[in-house]
């Protein structure tokens, strides 16, 4: 449900009027934050979509995102905020976003903007970066047991430090993390399509 309901979201952004305005509209990368920052700078003007947590009732669930707007403009600050006609600027970004968003449909879910932020980060600021959050959220059927398709589990790997029978005072110099040995006990090494 969610990967379905995150591409949904990239791709109404992609065709919209701000998505042709834009240089990236992607799902968040999962980079530290350092290098996130940097690949910001580098993509800005941008958009990102990712999950945040949502409800569940027996009816409904009640997905939540966020769709992070990024800004830049070597000009000024307020070029990066108000735009000057030839970079996009922040405000006009968030503007553009929840209009689009705001009753939009993608997929199965109709979207409703219900709050924005601005990001306030001396990291961010060092790097003439201005950036807002848009969360939205929809109503959507929860997912059926019937319709989740799990692949099949193709390969299990473990490593034990400590024989699955060690005394206590074992398992505490393990828990201390006092690792005696260089190397595991024991391996375990399943493929399930084979028996073991």
Not at 108 to 134: I, K, P
């Amino acid at each position: 449900m969610l990967g379905q309901l995150e591409a949904h979201l990239i791709d109404l952004l992609k065709a919209s009027p701000l998505g042709s305005r834009l240089r990236a509209v992607d799902s968040l990368p999962d980079t530290p934050d350092k290098d996130l920052v940097k690949r910001w700078g580098v993509d800005a003007p941008a958009a990102y979509v990712v999950a945040m947590d949502g409800t569940l009732s027996q009816a409904l669930a009640t997905p939540q995102f966020v769709v992070v707007l990024v800004a830049r403009n070597a000009r000024s600050h307020q070029a990066a905020r108000h735009g000057d006609g030839k970079t996009i600027g922040l405000y006009e970004m968030l503007d553009a976003a929840i209009a689009e968003l705001h009753g939009g449909v993608a997929g199965n879910a109709s979207w409703e903007v219900t709050r924005y932020q601005f990001m306030q980060d001396d990291a961010l600021r060092d790097q003439g970066l201005h950036v807002a959050l848009v969360l939205i959220q929809a109503d959507v059927d929860p997912p059926q047991k019937d319709a989740v398709n799990l692949a099949d589990l193709l390969e299990f790997h473990a490593d034990f430090d400590i024989q699955p029978f060690a005394t206590a005072a074992d398992r505490q110099r393990w828990a201390a993390e006092d690792h005696a040995e260089p190397a595991p006990d024991l391996h375990s090494h399943i493929n399930p399509q084979e028996g073991s």
